[in-house]
């Protein structure tokens, strides 16, 4: 097997040595064989086309412990992966673009988006809560997940789904600030839900009391993050103009199938309790 020196593998690979040296550090791509006296650096002639493809899937800014694992797997696997890790990020980018959109309306005065809002009385309720904190990642498949499984608990052992699911936010949700938000199913037997929580110590049981709240009805497109600022500054504001305060923390109130909706259907209430 040929053996090539530093230099010239990097002719080969259109790296730099100081490239290799940094992937030979991270673990990426070892020499075949460092000479023990002089520490010289020799890779085999098979070794370049490894090279090369990290080199270009660094410049995709893939993390690195990813990379490891696309240069491990056979080719058809490998291109899958990529392509799986793309579509993350244009999902990424299509979201920041739409906070660029919403931050530069907000800052320009415009409202782009116009919502109705109106008020309603909500009775007291008993609810099973999970609360958490978790950054904006996490956030729907936690919702979905916690969700369920208490609306599983609340028919299986708490005599049943007693109104809309909701969730709390406690405070901010985002890439930076962890809330908490707490996941909430109101149920019709609070002492079988107190039962329940004394046998799950991640579930609490409260007692929502009776309530008026503002809110806006959005679709789920209006939902995506962060379209959804939108929504909660509508409600504020309409709250300030009212002469009215809001008398806790905002909330999202699930009232449909999310997964059977369109785009276009109406699933969810933004939120505030009036003091």
Known sequence: MEHLSIGAFGREARLSARALRLYDRLGLLAPHRVDEDTGYRWYRADQVERARLLALLRRLDMPLARIATVLELPGPEAADEIAAYWAEVEERVAGRRA????LRDRLSGRRPYMYDIVTRDVAEQTV???RRHLLNPEL????DATLHRLENAARDECGGVAGDPFVVYYADVSEDSDGPAEACVPVADPDAARAYAAAHPAVEVRREPAR????????KAQVDYPQINSAYEGVERWIAEQGLT???????????DWDAAEPT???CDVAYPLG
């Open 99 to 102: 906070l660029a959109v919403h």
């Open 128 to 130: 099973l809560a999970v």
């Open 140 to 143: 729907p498949a936690w919702i």
């Open 212 to 219: 008026r709240e503002a809110y806006t009805r959005l679709t």
């Open 246 to 256: 809001a008398g806790g923390p905002c909330r999202e109130v699930y009232f449909a």
């Open 265 to 267: 259907d109406e699933v």
